[in-house]
Each structure stands twice: as C-alpha cells, then as structure tokens.
C-alpha cells in the first residue's frame, strides 16, 4: 500500500509542476507598433550554465528557428542582411537543478459513532524529489538606444532528462510560444 501511496504523489507532484510558469516584463512607454523588423544580437542563444551537455548547435538552430515563427506571427519580418532591424533580439536557456519535499502520512486514529476513537499512531514520512528546470528568456531590444524594451520567459520541467530529438523540438516550441503569447503588450 506504502509503494503505492508513494507513486501516487510523485504522479501528483510532477503533474502540479507540468504547467510552466511565463512571465513578460515590458517598457510600457514605447511604441510596440513602431517595430516592424529585427536581427539577432550576437551571441544569438547563451547558456546558463555553460554546459556542453545542453550546449549544442543543434537546440541553438531549434530555438532560433522557433523565436523566428514567432516573431513573423506577430508581424515582426528579418531585417535585410545588409540593414539592421529596429528591435534585436537575444534568447537565454537556463537549467537548473530544482528539489522539492514531499511528507506522506499515514496510520492515525478513526472516529468512532459516539465519540469513541481507534487506531494506530500516525507516522509520516517526508522525501525530497529531484528534478530539472529548463527556462527559455527572450529579451528585445531597442536597436537605437540597446535598452531592453520586452522580455518573456518561461519554464518546461523537463520530465525526460536528456530527452530525445523529437521531445526537445517539441518542447521547446511549446516552450517559444507561451513566451511570445503576450507580444505585443496590451
């Protein structure tokens, strides 16, 4: 019965941290419609940690390619190559290392019809759970004055470490475009 409760709340616990937490953050003074195109800014993806394992040109080009469909759903098209773009932009991959505690009780005392109570002790039980955290951060910047004038980010449990080919693209489309559903602010 233990094994059984304890699945049960490990099932729980990672279905709770399924939903990412998005934020976007916003200089309410400017003209959002003014921008029209954008480049990417140099390094185009950093990594935090700086980790060979997550670093690669491979989830560099899938993140690239996704802040790209974004962006050009939204209206924002590719400056020329030989002209710069009125906003540039710069994407972050973040993984962290998360730890979360979980307590099962179990055992206790039953009320009885009148009053009455029966039962065992009540013990309980307390585990910490590992997990990993990848966190997409989109920054746009003015390309007249460099000042940041929106960022959005978003975090993907990653439930499957490493994933494979198809759960990273996945993933990270997924990830790209809850982090632009708010672009442009209202």
């Known amino acids: 019965m233990f094994p059984r409760l304890a699945l049960l709340s490990l099932a729980l616990l990672l279905s709770a941290c399924e939903t990412s937490n998005v934020a976007q953050d916003f200089d309410a003074s400017r003209d959002f419609a003014a921008y029209r195109s954008w480049t990417w800014k140099e390094p185009a993806l950093q990594y935090r940690p700086d980790d060979p394992?997550?670093?690669?040109?491979?989830?560099?080009?899938?993140?690239?390619?996704?802040?790209?469909?974004?962006?050009?759903?939204?209206?924002?098209?590719?400056?020329?190559?030989?002209?710069?773009?009125?906003?540039?932009?710069?994407?972050?991959?973040?993984?962290?290392?998360?730890?979360?505690?979980?307590?099962?009780?179990?055992?206790?005392?039953?009320?009885?019809?009148?009053?009455?109570?029966?039962?065992?002790?009540?013990?309980?039980?307390?585990?910490?759970?590992?997990?990993?955290?990848?966190?997409?951060?989109?920054?746009?910047?003015?390309?007249?004055?460099?000042?940041?004038?929106?960022?959005?980010?978003?975090?993907?449990?990653?439930?499957?470490y490493p994933p494979g080919p198809a759960e990273r693209n996945t993933a990270i489309q997924k990830t790209v475009a809850k982090v632009m559903s708010n672009y442009p602010p209202h």
């Open 53 to 160: 394992r997550i670093k690669s040109d491979l989830t560099e080009r899938r993140i690239r390619e996704a802040v790209s469909q974004q962006l050009d759903q939204r209206g924002l098209r590719p400056a020329p190559a030989s002209s710069r773009g009125d906003l540039n932009v710069q994407t972050y991959l973040i993984v962290e290392n998360r730890q979360q505690q979980i307590t099962t009780n179990y055992g206790g005392a039953w009320g009885g019809y009148w009053g009455n109570y029966w039962g065992g002790p009540m013990y309980n039980e307390t585990r910490s759970i590992d997990y990993k955290v990848a966190t997409i951060q989109v920054d746009l910047l003015d390309a007249r004055d460099g000042k940041l004038v929106w960022r959005g980010s978003a975090e993907q449990v990653m439930n499957n």
